[in-house]
């Protein structure tokens, strides 16, 4: 041998054909169901269901009435803040009896959150509007000044708002108001 490396020969065989299923594709003649479309509301459509879920919060009695003195809680919910003042012109001009009626309620609802009424202060503003109640410059209020500013001056605060603000600003621990804090939950 000459160094070389004998190559084995290969043989191949006949392969058999594979067969392959027949299959029977039949057509359908039925339509396929449409396709189900999701009908997209309104903004207006959207803002009233906003104001119908927050004004059903204190219909107590589910008859499309809720109590006047429950509406500027019910509006500040919504993110309108009016004065006392704006309060009574808006709601108690034709409610005499005590009661707003939902009818009512959204006018007039609806007419402020189309129209430029009062919104949210901004950080500065609340920064600057605690700054002029902290005479010390401490970075903190106590309770009882915050009561007294409240009870004292501006638009005077019931005793029951007065408390659950109170309730959510003050630190429990230090019996003290870090109003730098509470001024970004206050500008949200």
């Known amino acids: 041998m000459n160094g070389e490396v004998p190559v084995p020969e290969i043989t191949t065989q006949e392969e058999a054909p594979i067969e392959k299923p027949q299959v029977e594709i039949q057509s359908v003649e039925a339509p396929l169901p449409p396709l189900p479309v999701k009908e997209v509301e309104s903004p207006e459509t959207i803002l009233l269901k906003r104001v119908r879920a927050a004004f059903d919060t204190f219909d107590q009695q589910n008859n499309s009435t809720c109590d006047v003195r429950e509406i500027g809680t019910i ?7 009016p004065t006392l003042e704006q309060l009574h012109g808006w709601m108690e001009e034709d409610e005499p009896s005590g009661f707003v009626t939902w009818e009512r309620f959204s006018k007039v ?3 402020i959150l189309s129209g430029t009424y009062p919104v949210k202060s901004d950080e500065e503003t609340l920064f600057r509007a605690f700054l002029t109640l902290d005479t010390d410059k401490k970075g903190y209020l106590l309770p009882d000044e915050l009561k007294k500013s409240l009870t004292s001056q501006g638009e005077v605060f019931t005793e029951e708002e007065i408390e659950e603000m109170l309730a959510a600003c003050t630190d429990p621990a230090e019996n003290k108001i870090y109003y730098e804090d509470y001024i970004t939950i206050l500008a949200k």
């Open 109 to 111: 609802t609806i007419r």
């Open 75 to 81: 509006l500040r919910s919504l993110g309108i803040y």
